[in-house]
């Protein structure tokens, strides 16, 4: 059974910086993407970031130059680094993995971001 497991949200000053992880079980063959998207309240979810099998990486604008997306293999997590965050980032986070092409999600982790 596929299980996405998130931590590292909180709660942070504008500026601050946090890491979030997404932990996976099972093997990461076969993974065709991961990333990471977030919803903000009365807001749909949307991407922030992605990482391909490949290793291409994918951001949205409004986080580029401040997120980073990358992944451990060997520990079969992927890491989102949020620097210089701001209120607008404040949502619950998401991890999202296209294994063999089938969607699986993390149950979503709090970022909030105060001014």
């Known amino acids: 059974q596929v299980q996405l497991v998130e931590s590292g949200g909180g709660l942070v000053q504008a500026g601050g910086s946090l890491r979030l992880s997404c932990a996976t079980s099972?093997?990461?063959?076969?993974?065709?993407?991961m990333g990471w998207y977030r919803q903000a309240p009365g807001k749909q979810r949307e991407l922030v970031a992605l990482?391909?099998?490949?290793?291409?990486?994918n951001y949205a604008d409004s986080v580029k130059g401040r997120f980073t997306i990358s992944r451990d293999n060997g520990k079969n997590t992927v890491y989102l680094q949020m620097n210089n965050l701001k209120p607008e980032d404040t949502a619950v986070y998401y991890c999202?993995?296209?294994?063999?092409?089938?969607?699986?999600w993390g149950q979503g982790t709090q970022v909030t971001v105060s001014s």
């Open positions: 999202k993995m296209v294994l063999r092409w089938i969607d699986y």
């Open positions: 099972g093997s990461m063959f076969g993974i065709n993407s």
């Open positions: 990482i391909t099998s490949g290793g291409s990486t």
